[in-house]
Structure formats: structure tokens, C-alpha cells
């Protein structure tokens, strides 16, 4: 917007007056002028995958990686999704609802669940990184910090916080300088499931599997399985009480993890011939 001062080039102010190019006014409420507001940036929606990771500077004693998975609206509307907390196979079935709402670029909510028998609640919060093609963000559990034994099975500690990561179904990314590298994406061939983080990763693994129909859908109880395998170990055989269906579509994950780095997370969808 020009404002024309009294100066030396007043005659130029006077030219324009004459001519009615000088009546620009400062945008008011009640006289907006040309001033345009920049269009609100909207994430976008559809099934997207991830891992949370608990943080291992307040949980020192055994940070757990775990799979995550929100439906996501298109534009500014409720979301919901779950997040898996079993671990081992003599657990009970773990898992944590996760509710809120998208507002253009942010999410935030709310998630509830149970953990070998204990309630569990928290916030949920998080943002769409442009640039990184993901949701990023961060839970915490109101209950805090947690020991949990469970006889003739397991003994771990729940975290009171930790972050989590999202990105679309068949994306695949991997640690390393700036541009990271292409990375091989997760394969699975029967029952053989094989991920390719980088060379000497010490990050842990989470695999899972998702049914996208029923995460979809609003269904309970959509992350069919996961597994936490330590580093160096980079193939993996979907367990025999793991049952699929032929022809039904699935999405197989992937991720290695650190306590403050993500070193390679993949996924995409298959069916059983």
C-alpha cells in the first residue's frame, strides 16, 4: 500500500490527487482495502502408519517402541486411530484408542486404553511437517511413570511420555546426510518379512501389521500384530497365530528406532494370494 509524505516530490501528490490516484486508504475493519489473508494450509487425510517411541530420559530403564496408526479427514474434522502396547505374545492384548480433532496443520486429542490390566489415559498432540511429509508429535499418560509385572511373562516399566511419527501408506524413509538416501523398502513374501535400515543401525525394530479395513472403518482392534526385535536383526517370520485372509488387503510396517533418532521406517499394502 502507498502512502504519499510531503517532500520534495509533493508535485508527484498533487499529479496523482488530480487524477483520483491518490485516495489510497489504510484497511480498517469496516474498509478492508485490497489486502488479501494468506489461504489456510490443510494436512492431508487418509490412513497413515507410524511408531511412537517412549522417552528414554524419563523412562532410562527400558524405552519401548510401539505401532501407531490414525484415519485422518481431508479437511478439519475428528480423527481417530490406536496405538499397540503388546509386546510379546504371553501379554494381554494391549492397545490404546486415540480421539481428537484436525484443525489445518495440527492434531489434538486424547487416548485410552488398558495395559496388562491397568486403565491407562493422556494427551496426544501433534503437527503436519511439510517438508518431512509426516505427522510428528508427542503423548504423555497421566498416570506416569509405572512398573508392571506380569507373572511367568514379563516385567517393564510404562513411560510417561514419548513421541510418535506418522507418514502415508508406501512412503519409506532412512536416517542419513542430508538428502537421505534412497532406502529398499519393507518386503514381505509369505510369512517372511525383511526391512533395510542402514548398515550398522543400533536402533531396535517394531514390525506390525494393520487391517486397513477395519482402521478405516472405525473398528477396534485393527493392529493385527506387532513384534520388537533387537538391533542387527533385519528379517523377521510372521508368527503361525497370525492368521490372514486370501485376498483381503493388508499393511505391513516396519521401523528402527532410537531413543532420539528414527534410522529407516516403511510400509506398504499387501494380500494373501
Known sequence: ???FKLSAFGFLTALLIA???GGATTPTPENPGSEVDPPVVAAPGGLFVGYYREDASTNPED??????YLNLPAGDAPFAGDMSFTYIGCQSFNVGTISGNKLALDLSGSWTGSVDGRAQNGQFAGRFNTTENAYQGTY???GGKQFVQVEDCIEYFI????RWELFPIGQTVAAGPAPNPVATGVIIEGNQITWYPPAGSTAE???SIIDPSIATSGGANAI????LYDAGISTATLPPNVILQRGREYVVSAGSIGDTTLEYFSSRRFSVP
Not at 224 to 227: F, S
Request: hydrophobic share 30%.
Open 205 to 207: 525394530s517394531v514390525l
Open 1 to 3: 500500500m502507498n502512502i
Open 140 to 142: 504423555n499418560n497421566s
Open 19 to 21: 487524477c483520483g490516484g
Open 63 to 68: 524405552p519401548t517402541s510401539g505401532a501407531i
Open 159 to 162: 513411560g510417561p511420555n514419548g
Open 224 to 227: 493385527l500384530w506387532q513384534n
